[in-house]
């Protein structure tokens, strides 16, 4: 039997443990408090229709985003159908065709390295090939095909485990009324891993949005006057932008509430990824 001293020794660190843990998450809501703060006092005043629609200048009371959000739009114009074409066939080809062995295994390996891969290497690599090997220059499709090489692990892991988690009986079941291997993944997988699978890629997506490092590697100019039209023009980023405002504030105040201004309108754009994610499981999980 369990001690007095024993039982008393193991309530005093379930205590402390749940100390512990509750400090820690008060102190990281604290934080994001203190900042969420900061960013709404600075930038909300300067927030209105004028600086969403308005192109760069030098002038801060003139200021606007409008290339900067175009911009954003057209990378995420070439990183989803990039991403969720090639993530989710990935995820397919291993877990549905790939044959068990060292091959799938060294393949797997690399693909859950990559994922934690730093942010500014994908950079040096998009530089490497598609800046200066296929010289595309600083363009919307040179950024956009570096972000989804970025996002991209992400995308085939939680595809792929979405597709583990599907009940084995639901395969077997259509290969029991006489369905190929592609109807049954067409028919019977995809659907019920669909949650999961949309789930994982806007979340890899947000996280593109908000990348700045490779953009920077790759030569994206903060301060961009043009507005991009396509794909094959030069761009400038919501990221960029705060970045460049950030910098500057040093030499002029008002670039502060400016870079604030955009932050909001960046934290927006996350929100409501992030609150599609939720709404899409949600609603797929009540379906299936």
């Known amino acids: 039997m369990v001690s007095m001293r024993s039982f008393r020794g193991r309530m005093i660190s379930n205590q402390l443990a749940k100390f512990v843990f509750l400090s820690a998450s008060l102190f990281g809501l604290l934080v994001l408090f203190v900042l969420l703060y900061r960013v709404i006092e600075q930038g909300i005043g300067w927030l209105n229709a004028d600086f969403l629609t308005g192109r760069l200048s030098t002038q801060p009371e003139k ?28 995820a397919i ?37 598609f800046v200066r090997a296929l010289d595309f220059g600083n363009i919307v499709l040179a950024g956009g095909l570096t972000m989804s090489l970025l ?29 190929t291997k592609w109807q049954t993944i067409r028919s019977v997988l995809l659907p019920v891993a669909l949650p999961s699978i949309l789930t994982g890629s806007i979340l890899a997506l947000s996280r593109a949005i908000g990348e700045t490092a ?13 507005i991009p039209m396509s794909i094959f023009d030069k761009f400038t980023v919501l990221p960029m932008q705060i ?5 500057d504030s040093s030499l002029l105040a008002e670039y502060a509430n400016l870079a604030a201004a955009t932050i909001l309108v960046l934290l927006t754009a996350l929100f409501l990824l992030n609150a599609s994610a939720i709404v899409i499981r949600n609603k797929f999980e009540q379906r299936f």
């Open 243 to 247: 970045y460049y405002w950030t910098m």
């Open 93 to 129: 080809y291993l877990e549905m065709y790939a044959k068990k062995g060292k091959m799938r295994e060294l393949i797997q390996t690399n693909i859950a390295n990559l994922a934690g891969v730093p942010s500014i290497v994908y950079g040096i690599l998009g530089m490497t090939i």
């Open 151 to 179: 996002v991209l692990p992400i995308v085939i892991v939680s595809s792929q485990e979405a597709l583990r988690a599907i009940p084995a009986f639901l395969g077997e079941a259509s290969y029991g009324l006489g369905a």
């Open 214 to 226: 490779p953009l920077v590697v790759i030569g994206i100019p903060a301060l961009l006057m043009p």
């Open 63 to 90: 200021a606007g985003i409008k290339g900067a959000i175009l911009g954003t739009l057209w990378l995420m114009a070439v990183v989803i159908p990039i991403t969720t074409i090639v993530g989710v066939g990935t």
